[in-house]
């Protein structure tokens, strides 16, 4: 249900990430926990608008990654993203607590972007134009497959 997605989004989500530490083991991956909760906060960005990022995906791969979008499967561990480079991103903040900051003002910046525009759709690269719910659910089911990265669910 969308309003248990948001209520996760809203609360559980930054509780869960500051329960973790820089030396959480990851399961999986490149990232260490900075850099994925950066990471995180430049997709919670291009959710709201705020990033525009170059289009991956068009015609019948649009359609097959909406459709994975919607459904509840979840990511895949590993699962490549071509915008990344292979080591993950410099750092931009300066320690973990920083990044959980600034991923908490992102969101609240998106919560508060589709409060004020509700009929806002924005572009995503892999998923094309997305309205609010379609990009809770993706925020969703990506804030999952980063906290199982780090073993938080």
């Keep these: ?5 948001i209520a996760f989004l809203k609360k559980e989500f ?26 995180f906060v430049d997709a919670v960005k291009n959710a709201s608008g705020k990033l525009r990022l170059p289009v991956i995906n068009e015609g019948e791969r649009l359609a097959k990654f909406r459709a994975f979008l919607m459904s509840e499967s979840p990511f895949s561990p590993n699962t490549k993203n071509p915008l ?11 320690d973990i607590a920083s990044a959980i900051n600034k991923l908490q003002k992102e969101l609240d910046y998106f919560f508060d972007t589709f409060e004020q525009q509700p009929n806002l759709q924005t572009g ?30």
Excluded: C, R
């Excluded at 509780?15 to 999986?28: E, H, I, S, V």
């Excluded at 990344?84 to 300066?94: C, F, I, V, Y």
């Excluded at 719910?133 to 990265?149: G, M, W």
């Design 1 to 5: 249900m969308q309003t248990d997605k």
């Design 84 to 94: 990344m480079s292979e080591d993950g991103a410099p750092l931009k903040q300066p």
């Design 124 to 153: 995503n690269p892999f998923f094309g134009e997305l309205t609010f719910n379609e990009n809770v659910q993706l925020l969703y089911k990506h804030a999952l497959h980063h906290l199982k990265q780090f073993g938080l669910v």
């Design 14 to 39: 930054i509780q869960k990430l500051k329960a973790a530490n820089a030396d959480t083991p990851k399961q999986w991956g490149v990232m260490s926990l900075q850099q994925m909760i950066e990471h």
